[in-house]
T-cell receptor, first 115, second 113 residues
Framework: AQTVTQSQPEMSVQEAETVTLSCTYD???????LFWYKQPPSRQMILVIR??????QNATENRFSVNFQKAAKSFSLKISDSQLGDAAMYFC????????????FGQGTRLTINP | EAGVTQSPTHLIKTRGQQATLRCSPI?????VYWYQQALGLGLQFLLW???????NRGNFPPRFSGRQFPNYSSELNVNALELEDSALYLC???FGDGNSPLHFGNGTRLTVT
């Protein structure tokens, strides 16, 4: 069974600084997707970024980028120029390629932005 | 474009009762997913519906059931409520192609007393 581990229950960063959230996963599949979702106090899970495992290039969305290390099964999220609105729970998630559309989530990292 | 909408926002029930939660997907999405987010347990996959059929089910007892209507909206029913069913229930939708990302609603907070 696939598992996703986020080893940092909480992180904090100064506004405008850069922070990296860690995620590791375990799978025997070669094709899959990895995601970072953000859950602010409004409770809605918001898709931040998505990475296809067959792509070597790391995904980037504005201030958000990932460091995808397939061999190490590591998928970290870097947030540059942190803003107060980035404060939220961040969840790393795995989905098997063409399979069941079932997301496997990590336990989450609570990110606090200090003004 | 309207996002995924869920109702009600909050629901309070007594142990043994039944709860019905509703979800409307993003226009054009045919797949609807239900997840349970309980304290200390993280997000757990419950159910996946596509084109009116149940396609996949998580490790939950049969008293968790649902359906998808012809307009692709969905209901989640929880029978014989137990205290541990108290959680945030999140609905998500996507295109039914097996690879599209999921878009989530704001959830229904179910409290069982």
């Amino acid at each position: 069974a696939q598992t996703v581990t986020q080893s940092q229950p909480e992180m904090s960063v100064q506004e405008a600084e850069t922070v990296t959230l860690s995620c590791t996963y375990d799978t025997s599949e070669s094709d899959y997707y990895l995601f970072w979702y953000k859950q602010p106090p409004s409770r809605q899970m918001i898709l931040v970024i998505r990475q296809e495992a067959y792509k070597q290039q790391n995904a980037t969305e504005n201030r958000f980028s990932v460091n995808f290390q397939k061999a190490a099964k590591s998928f970290s999220l870097k947030i540059s120029d942190s803003q107060l609105g980035d404060a939220a729970m961040y969840f790393c998630a795995y989905m098997k390629f063409q399979g069941a559309q079932k997301l496997v989530f990590g336990q989450g990292t609570r990110l606090t932005i200090n003004p | 474009e309207a996002g995924v909408t869920q109702s009600p926002t909050h629901l309070i029930k007594t142990r043994g009762q039944q709860a019905t939660l509703r979800c409307s997907p993003i226009s054009g999405h045919t797949s609807v997913y239900w997840y349970q987010q309980a304290l200390g347990l993280g997000l757990q996959f419950l159910l996946w519906y596509d084109e009116g059929e149940e396609r996949n089910r998580g490790n939950f007892p049969p008293r968790f059931s649902g359906r998808q209507f012809p307009n692709y909206s969905s209901e989640l029913n929880v029978n014989a409520l137990e205290l541990e069913d108290s959680a945030l229930y999140l609905c998500a939708s996507s295109f039914g192609d097996g690879n599209s990302p999921l878009h989530f609603g704001n959830g229904t907070r179910l409290t069982v007393t």
